[in-house]
């Protein structure tokens, strides 16, 4: 704890240059919620904390054009009152319900979520589903990559050590059916088990025109399934077409993991959790 | 200026502060040790048990998990900014009144998760109640008469309990 | 008809509450210390190991160490435990588990302190380990203590149970398993400590048993009794894991060697690794029934995993044996318990010493008799429960305050309405609801042996009345309860009584805070103490209202003559006056009380005996949905029926009933200790608000003759039925029952596949 600084700059500009100097021997710190835990466990040692939760560059929900634009310290609890996104994106503000708890919601970031690089991060299925993309800063400038290049593994972030994550783009949608949901170990304050994020149209002769599906929490990374997106598009949804999607799910999730203990329930949990979170369809 | 230290000034409860602390300290660690307040309670040092949930700028957080760097410019309440020279604040009544104390370890974290919930909506219902201190763990009472405080606060609250 | 009473039944506020609402520093990791030095214990790096050496040589050389301890420095015995003296406060020869501490170190900083744990080296020989109890039990099992595995076995043996089976319609025999468990009370294990000017080491301890925490740390000290004093700070919840000594022996031992200020907090990791767990079980139970559905035998072989040491290993595996009968009379007995060492952190005391893990198995038979013989879950319940004059599996018979028959009646109607409203009937296409019931009983006090209470009364001759209790209030309120106790004996209020508690300065034993006993045991030994003092105030009152004593009571803290028509001043005389007189004779105004339970203890061979003089007796029902997809499981009510003989403080009676139902709730869904897998509570579930559903408590009276005021416990009662009702509950809505503790989503979701439900036939039913 003592050899820690912290710095919390004006700007973005001062932000990335603080970084070019010091790369390497910075982390970047928001809410703090996942910082304050390792840094804790020693598992995080770094020379500086370098505090961005207060740039106006990172803050915001916004439509612009035709995007939609989601600052990074935008925290959990902005998102979970976002009219915004309940409109432009549901299943995101409604990854912001259950997640954690009230306290960490209030300074928990999406950025941080994202950057944490934490398989069972909550936000990470509803973000996919948007094929959402990570503005980054550096120095350099500006670049975009989709948010599933941003994890290289399990709390492995695969981005250079002087950028910074200002903002997510997302495709929004407004959509008939979306939702995401997650089973954890209690009904509050619990970690993913197994979460899934979906949204859905149907056409008027009740076919799906239009399906984007994401898993997270049983993959190294969060992943979006486009076989079943395809299985589903243009049928006319049933209990047992639906089943049949979970199940295909299931398969291409165990083939990713392989078939360790766990892997037992998460098997029929993938099945019978995209049945309960897309019945609504039927 | 070496950053190892960082300078921080705030309002805690009703009066300014200002304080040298070490740039990684936690929220906590800085109130309890440095400040010498020990309402606030290290639980679980992680964010699971809310024990030492303050009141940040009229929002619930988890002092464990927040840099005190962090605290400064805001204006903070711990539980000792509650009640006042004449006595206790309704919330507090409340509890006492409605058995919703047992142990007294997880009390100050739940009235300021109450508190904060108070100032943001002063009726709430049952679920907004439980969302708001679903990050509270209580070992002891099952709950149910912290729920009976906080919802016979609630009917009593004119705005009161949130000031 | 039920007697009058001043303040008995009456929920005042909790004594000690409004210094936890204002976050006054009254937990001991909060106590103003000059300057305190900050205690740290290094752990055991291995399940099973010689300690070859211990080099301590680097981590002194850190700066702010001031001293690592090891054993050597312990001047006194340096064994532990409170029924068999089998754990060093610090490692000899060797260690037992990783929760053995091998070190201890004294800094000034906590950073010194972590540096310095980092910086010992210690040469470790490991050993073969055994973690599992049937295999620690074979010949050639690792040898964990010297006198083996095996810690302790109890039988009970009644009739002849083998042939009462053949003449059984419906016999089942199953074998259930729980896990361990971890207290998670909120408060981190803490103490702290200052030598006094005397040169007693005083020790302020969150724990909650004060009076043992004296006698171990004077014995491990080599001290005399006035050397060393424990004073109990504000307990953060215990529920039996504080019953061990978890830092006083620590704080005792750098107090002893380094005359400063100190404090040692357990950090939550510290706290999961290094404190007693609930002990694991595997039971298999066999139990018979007649056509009628009568219960007529059982048959039980219990293993309890104690772990690494014993701490109350020996009470559970009893309790364990005399519990697994259930509330009901069966004639035929044949139990027998075992308690096994193993390399894993000791188990110990929690809430309910193994009563919750056996109704667990003998709630699930009953079911599975019903089912067996079409019968209905509640009716044979009370077919068979106990009543006044049954006789118990160890041949007790029961003369009073038997409630289990009223509570089954008192939850009948939530029961009834339940069923009448279709509860398991297929409403939806992936949920299915279901209905338990889950029933228990409970012996107040420890088994058939000696646990006495004590307690001090005191006068001044102003006619101040102060009450000395050992009794640790560890949030319970039993400080609450004692204070109406004595204000109903004396007749005065709660609010005029001085409480001093847990003190070793000041109180005398009032034995631990445990086994729902306080009310019942301590309650008693205020009562005497108060009725001593009574007597010598009505005696005097007799000289001075010239009336008989049977015609005098106390009222308002004056002695009156009853049923008078006026109320003349001369009819009446104030506390004051009566203790200035009976003070200026030379007449004592200090009193002590005393109470111990009549028990009988078993007999080794048959188990025969009266292990508790009274029982507590609960029924609770579950109403939940399960998730036939997923095997999530939503409570949405439970009614929890407790016979509590009388409730003293029927608030604080409602908080244990409520609070157990939801450690209950977290025992049947969610809670596992995986040593080294649990390592801080992101591993560790314990409900949360959203997790405890609305409970419905009703407080059964069925007066105890020998309670004070007709009062029972409650404590460990109110946990004890929760489990068990929702594991009936899910074998009502699957038609599949899980013989696993906790019905984890794993669980539960097998489940509800091997039972069918789960998959697309369902949903095109629906």
Same mark, same amino acid.
């Given at each position: 704890?003592?050899?820690?600084?912290?710095?919390?700059?004006?700007?973005?500009?001062?932000?990335?240059?603080?970084?070019?100097?010091?790369?390497?021997?910075?982390?970047?710190?928001?809410?703090?919620?996942?910082?304050?835990?390792?840094?804790?466990?020693?598992?995080?040692?770094?020379?500086?904390?370098?505090?961005?939760?207060?740039?106006?560059?990172?803050?915001?929900?916004?439509?612009?054009?035709?995007?939609?634009?989601?600052?990074?310290?935008?925290?959990?609890?902005?998102?979970?009152?976002?009219?915004?996104?309940? $409109?432009?994106?549901?299943?995101?503000?409604?990854?912001?319900?259950?997640?954690?708890?009230?306290?960490?919601?209030? @300074?928990?970031?999406?950025?941080?979520? @994202? $950057?944490?690089?934490?398989?069972?991060?909550?936000?990470?299925?509803?973000?996919?589903?948007?094929?959402?993309?990570?503005?980054?800063?550096?120095?350099?400038?500006?670049?975009?990559?989709?948010?599933?290049?941003?994890?290289?593994?399990?709390?492995?972030?695969?981005?250079?050590?002087?950028?910074?994550?200002?903002?997510?783009?997302?495709?929004?949608?407004?959509?008939?059916?979306?939702?995401?949901?997650?089973? %954890?170990?209690?009904?509050?304050?619990?970690?993913?088990?197994?979460?899934?994020?979906?949204?859905?149209?149907?056409?008027?002769?009740?076919?799906?025109?239009?399906?984007?599906?994401?898993?997270?929490?049983?993959?190294?990374?969060?992943?979006?399934?486009?076989?079943?997106?395809?299985?589903?598009?243009?049928?006319?949804?049933?209990?047992?077409?639906?089943?049949?999607?979970?199940?295909?799910?299931?398969?291409?999730?165990?083939?990713?993991?392989?078939?360790?203990?766990?892997?037992?329930?998460?098997?029929?949990?993938?099945?019978?959790?995209?049945?309960?979170?897309?019945?609504?369809?039927? | 200026?070496?950053?190892?230290?960082?300078?921080?000034?705030?309002?805690?409860?009703?009066?300014?502060?200002?304080?040298?602390?070490?740039?990684?300290?936690?929220?906590?660690?800085?109130?309890?040790?440095?400040?010498?307040?020990?309402?606030?309670?290290?639980?679980?040092?992680?964010?699971?048990?809310?024990?030492?949930?303050?009141?940040?700028?009229?929002?619930?957080?988890?002092?464990?998990?927040?840099?005190?760097?962090?605290?400064? %410019?805001?204006?903070?309440?711990?539980?000792?900014?509650?009640?006042?020279?004449?006595?206790?604040?309704?919330?507090?009544?409340?509890?006492?009144?409605?058995?919703?104390?047992?142990?007294?370890?997880?009390?100050?974290?739940?009235?300021?998760?109450?508190?904060?919930?108070?100032?943001?909506?002063?009726?709430?219902?049952?679920?907004?109640?439980?969302?708001?201190?679903?990050?509270?763990?209580?070992?002891?009472?099952?709950?149910?008469?912290?729920?009976?405080?906080?919802?016979?606060?609630?009917?009593?609250?004119?705005?009161?309990?949130?000031? | 008809?039920?007697?009058?009473?001043?303040?008995?039944?009456?929920?005042?506020?909790?004594?000690?509450?409004?210094?936890?609402?204002?976050?006054?520093?009254?937990?001991?990791?909060?106590?103003?210390?000059?300057?305190?030095?900050?205690?740290? $214990?290094?752990?055991?790096?291995?399940?099973?190991?010689?300690? @070859?050496?211990?080099?301590?040589?680097?981590?002194?050389?850190?700066?702010?160490?001031?001293?690592?301890?090891?054993?050597?420095?312990?001047?006194?015995?340096?064994?532990?435990?409170?029924?068999?003296?089998?754990?060093?406060?610090?490692?000899?020869?060797?260690?037992?588990?990783?929760?053995?501490?091998?070190?201890?170190?004294?800094?000034?900083?906590?950073?010194?302190?972590?540096?310095?744990?980092?910086?010992?080296?210690?040469?470790?020989?490991?050993?073969?380990?055994?973690?599992?109890?049937?295999?620690?039990?074979?010949?050639?099992?690792?040898?964990?203590?010297?006198?083996?595995?095996?810690?302790?076995?109890?039988?009970?043996?009644?009739?002849?149970?083998?042939?009462?089976?053949?003449?059984?319609?419906?016999?089942?025999?199953?074998?259930?398993?729980?896990?361990?468990?971890?207290?998670?009370?909120?408060?981190?294990?803490?103490?702290?400590?200052?030598?006094?000017?005397?040169?007693?080491?005083?020790?302020?301890?969150?724990?909650?048993?004060?009076?043992?925490?004296?006698?171990?740390?004077?014995?491990?000290?080599?001290?005399?009794?006035?050397?060393?004093?424990?004073?109990?700070?504000?307990?953060?919840?215990?529920?039996?894991?504080?019953?061990?000594?978890?830092?006083?022996?620590?704080?005792?031992?750098?107090?002893?060697?380094?005359?400063?200020?100190?404090?040692?907090?357990?950090?939550?990791?510290?706290?999961?690794?290094?404190?007693?767990?609930?002990?694991?079980?595997?039971?298999?139970?066999?139990?018979?029934?007649?056509?009628?559905?009568?219960?007529?035998?059982?048959?039980?072989?219990?293993?309890?995993?104690?772990?690494?040491?014993?701490?109350?290993?020996?009470?559970?595996?009893?309790?364990?044996?005399?519990?697994?009968?259930?509330?009901?009379?069966?004639?035929?007995?044949?139990?027998?318990?075992?308690?096994?060492?193993?390399?894993?952190?000791?188990?110990?005391?929690?809430?309910?010493?193994?009563?919750?893990?056996?109704?667990?198995?003998?709630?699930?038979?009953?079911?599975?008799?019903?089912?067996?013989?079409?019968?209905?879950?509640?009716?044979?319940?009370?077919?068979?429960?106990?009543?006044?004059?049954?006789?118990?599996?160890?041949?007790?018979?029961?003369?009073?305050?038997?409630?289990?028959?009223?509570?089954?009646?008192?939850?009948?109607?939530?029961?009834?309405?339940?069923?009448?409203?279709?509860?398991?009937?297929?409403?939806?296409?992936?949920?299915?609801?279901?209905?338990?019931?889950?029933?228990?009983?409970?012996?107040?006090?420890?088994?058939?042996?000696?646990?006495?209470?004590?307690?001090?009364?005191?006068?001044?001759?102003?006619?101040?009345?102060?009450?000395?209790?050992?009794?640790?209030?560890?949030?319970?309120?039993?400080?609450?309860?004692?204070?109406?106790?004595? $204000?109903?004996?004396?007749? @005065?209020?709660?609010?005029?009584?001085?409480?001093?508690?847990?003190?070793?300065?000041?109180?005398?034993?009032?034995?631990?805070?445990?086994?729902?006993?306080?009310?019942?045991?301590?309650?008693?030994?205020?009562?005497?103490?108060?009725?001593?003092? %009574?007597?010598?105030?009505?005696?005097?009152?007799?000289?001075?209202?010239?009336?008989?004593?049977?015609?005098?009571?106390?009222?308002?803290?004056?002695?009156?003559?009853?049923?008078?028509?006026?109320?003349?001043?001369?009819?009446?005389?104030?506390?004051?006056?009566?203790?200035?007189?009976?003070?200026?004779?030379?007449?004592?105004?200090?009193?002590?009380?005393?109470?111990?339970?009549?028990?009988?203890?078993?007999?080794?061979?048959?188990?025969?005996?009266?292990?508790?003089?009274?029982?507590?007796?609960?029924?609770?029902?579950?109403?939940?949905?399960?998730?036939?997809?997923?095997?999530?499981?939503?409570?949405?009510?439970?009614?929890?029926?407790?016979?509590?003989?009388?409730?003293?403080?029927?608030?604080?009676?409602?908080?244990?009933?409520?609070?157990?139902?939801?450690?209950?709730?977290?025992?049947?869904?969610?809670?596992?200790?995986?040593?080294?897998?649990?390592?801080?509570?992101?591993?560790?579930?314990?409900?949360?608000?959203?997790?405890?559903?609305?409970?419905?408590?009703?407080?059964?009276?069925?007066?105890?003759?020998?309670?004070?005021?007709?009062?029972?416990?409650?404590?460990?009662?109110?946990?004890?039925?929760?489990?068990?009702?929702?594991?009936?509950?899910?074998?009502?809505?699957?038609?599949?029952?899980?013989?696993?503790?906790?019905?984890?989503?794993?669980?539960?979701?097998?489940?509800?596949?091997?039972?069918?439900?789960?998959?697309?036939?369902?949903?095109?039913?629906?």
């Amino acid at each position: 704890m003592m050899n820690t600084g912290y710095v919390r700059p004006r700007t973005l500009e001062d932000a990335l240059a603080f970084l070019a100097e010091n790369s390497g021997k910075t982390r970047i710190v928001a809410g703090g919620t996942d910082v304050m835990v390792d840094l804790r466990a020693g598992t995080l040692k770094t020379d500086y904390l370098l505090d961005v939760s207060r740039l106006q560059a990172l803050r915001g929900i916004e439509i612009i054009g035709n995007d939609l634009s989601v600052g990074a310290a935008a925290t959990l609890s902005e998102i979970y009152n976002s009219a915004i996104l309940e $409109a432009h994106a549901p299943a995101l503000q409604k990854s912001a319900v259950n997640f954690a708890s009230k306290q960490i919601r209030n @300074v928990a970031t999406i950025g941080g979520n @994202v $950057a944490h690089c934490s398989p069972c991060g909550d936000t990470l299925p509803a973000l996919a589903i948007h094929e959402a993309r990570a503005v980054l800063s550096s120095p350099a400038g500006e670049r975009q990559v989709p948010i599933e290049a941003i994890a290289s593994g399990p709390y492995m972030c695969a981005l250079p050590q002087n950028e910074i994550i200002t903002r997510f783009i997302l495709k929004p949608a407004t959509v008939a059916f979306a939702d995401f949901q997650k089973i %954890g170990r209690r009904k509050e304050l619990a970690v993913a088990r197994m979460s899934m994020a979906y949204m859905a149209d149907k056409d008027a002769e009740g076919r799906i025109c239009f399906f984007r599906f994401a898993l997270g929490a049983c993959t190294p990374t969060p992943q979006r399934n486009h076989r079943i997106e395809a299985m589903l598009t243009g049928q006319i949804p049933d209990a047992a077409r639906i089943w049949e999607a979970g199940r295909v799910l299931a398969e291409d999730t165990i083939a990713v993991t392989g078939r360790r203990a766990s892997a037992v329930y998460k098997e029929s949990a993938i099945q019978g959790l995209f049945m309960r979170m897309v019945y609504p369809l039927v | 200026m070496d950053p190892k230290t960082v300078h921080i000034e705030f309002t805690l409860n009703g009066s300014p502060r200002s304080l040298e602390i070490p740039g990684a300290a936690s929220a906590l660690w800085v109130i309890r040790n440095l400040i010498g307040l020990k309402g606030a309670k290290e639980g679980c040092g992680i964010g699971e048990c809310g024990a030492c949930t303050i009141e940040v700028d009229g929002k619930a957080v988890n002092s464990c998990l927040m840099l005190a760097a962090q605290l400064d %410019g805001a204006d903070v309440l711990t539980v000792e900014g509650l009640a006042s020279e004449d006595g206790l604040h309704p919330l507090q009544s409340s509890f006492l009144e409605h058995h919703g104390v047992q142990c007294g370890f997880c009390t100050p974290g739940l009235l300021m998760s109450t508190h904060a919930l108070l100032k943001e909506n002063p009726h709430p219902d049952h679920a907004q109640v439980s969302k708001a201190i679903a990050g509270n763990l209580c070992r002891c009472t099952g709950y149910r008469q912290i729920f009976a405080s906080i919802e016979d606060a609630v009917k009593h609250n004119s705005g009161e309990a949130a000031q | 008809m039920k007697p009058e009473y001043n303040v008995i039944g009456k929920s005042l506020p909790r004594t000690g509450s409004v210094d936890r609402l204002r976050g006054a520093p009254v937990f001991a990791a909060d106590i103003q210390l000059e300057n305190p030095l900050i205690l740290k $214990a290094l752990r055991s790096a291995h399940d099973h190991a010689e300690v @070859v050496a211990i080099d301590v040589s680097k981590a002194l050389a850190i700066e702010g160490v001031v001293r690592i301890f090891t054993a050597a420095d312990i001047p006194g015995k340096n064994l532990l435990g409170i029924i068999n003296k089998d754990q060093p406060l610090l490692a000899t020869d060797k260690v037992r588990s990783r929760s053995d501490a091998v070190a201890l170190v004294a800094a000034e900083t906590e950073s010194a302190a972590h540096e310095a744990l980092a910086a010992i080296s210690v040469t470790y020989n490991p050993l073969p380990s055994v973690t599992d109890p049937f295999e620690a039990l074979k010949t050639d099992a690792p040898k964990i203590h010297p006198k083996g595995n095996l810690l302790f076995s109890r039988k009970i043996r009644q009739g002849d149970a083998e042939a009462a089976f053949a003449g059984c319609a419906s016999v089942i025999e199953k074998t259930y398993r729980t896990s361990m468990i971890e207290h998670n009370y909120l408060e981190p294990d803490a103490g702290a400590g200052f030598v006094d000017t005397d040169g007693t080491l005083v020790i302020y301890a969150s724990t909650q048993n004060p009076h043992y925490d004296h006698k171990e740390v004077v014995t491990l000290l080599g001290l005399g009794d006035n050397q060393v004093r424990i004073i109990q700070a504000a307990t953060g919840g215990g529920f039996g894991s504080k019953l061990d000594l978890n830092v006083q022996g620590f704080i005792g031992l750098a107090l002893f060697h380094l005359k400063r200020p100190v404090r040692h907090v357990y950090t939550r990791e510290e706290a999961y690794l290094a404190t007693a767990k609930r002990h694991p079980l595997t039971l298999t139970v066999k139990t018979g029934a007649d056509a009628d559905g009568r219960l007529k035998a059982i048959k039980a072989h219990i293993v309890c995993d104690t772990g690494a040491y014993g701490s109350y290993g020996i009470a559970v595996a009893s309790r364990s044996a005399v519990h697994v009968t259930g509330p009901y009379e069966i004639e035929h007995v044949d139990i027998e318990s075992y308690c096994v060492y193993t390399n894993k952190p000791f188990c110990g005391a929690m809430r309910g010493f193994g009563a919750p893990q056996v109704a667990f198995a003998h709630e699930s038979q009953i079911d599975l008799h019903a089912r067996d013989l079409g019968m209905d879950p509640l009716d044979i319940r009370l077919k068979n429960c106990l009543r006044v004059g049954s006789k118990t599996g160890t041949g007790q018979v029961l003369t009073a305050s038997v409630g289990i028959g009223e509570c089954l009646e008192a939850v009948k109607p939530y029961y009834r309405e339940a069923l009448e409203s279709g509860v398991s009937a297929p409403t939806h296409p992936f949920r299915r609801r279901g209905i338990g019931l889950g029933a228990m009983w409970y012996g107040i006090g420890n088994t058939g042996v000696q646990n006495p209470s004590t307690a001090g009364i005191e006068m001044d001759p102003e006619g101040h009345i102060t009450l000395f209790t050992g009794c640790a209030d560890i949030g319970q309120g039993s400080t609450t309860v004692l204070a109406q106790i004595a $204000a109903e004996t004396l007749g @005065v209020q709660p609010a005029e009584i001085r409480m001093v508690v847990g003190d070793t300065k000041y109180t005398t034993n009032a034995g631990a805070t445990s086994a729902s006993r306080q009310t019942y045991i301590s309650g008693n030994a205020v009562k005497d103490a108060c009725q001593k003092l %009574g007597d010598v105030l009505m005696t005097e009152a007799i000289n001075r209202l010239h009336s008989p004593k049977d015609s005098l009571v106390f009222q308002d803290g004056h002695v009156v003559i009853k049923a008078g028509p006026e109320n003349r001043p001369e009819d009446r005389i104030d506390f004051p006056c009566l203790a200035k007189r009976i003070h200026a004779k030379g007449v004592p105004l200090f009193w002590q009380g005393y109470f111990d339970p009549e028990t009988i203890p078993l007999d080794p061979e048959t188990g025969a005996g009266s292990p508790y003089a009274t029982y507590a007796f609960a029924c609770h029902l579950a109403l939940l949905e399960v998730d036939t997809l997923t095997g999530q499981v939503t409570l949405e009510k439970l009614v929890a029926a407790h016979d509590v003989g009388q409730a003293i403080h029927p608030e604080n009676v409602i908080g244990q009933i409520c609070g157990g139902a939801a450690m209950g709730i977290g025992f049947a869904l969610m809670e596992e200790f995986e040593p080294q897998k649990t390592v801080s509570m992101k591993d560790y579930h314990i409900p949360t608000c959203a997790d405890v559903p609305t409970v419905i408590p009703i407080i059964v009276e069925s007066a105890e003759p020998s309670g004070p005021y007709g009062a029972k416990g409650v404590g460990e009662p109110a946990l004890i039925p929760t489990a068990p009702a929702i594991i009936n509950a899910i074998a009502r809505a699957l038609g599949e029952r899980i013989y696993h503790l906790p019905a984890n989503l794993e669980r539960v979701l097998a489940a509800s596949i091997s039972s069918g439900h789960f998959g697309p036939q369902e949903v095109t039913h629906g």
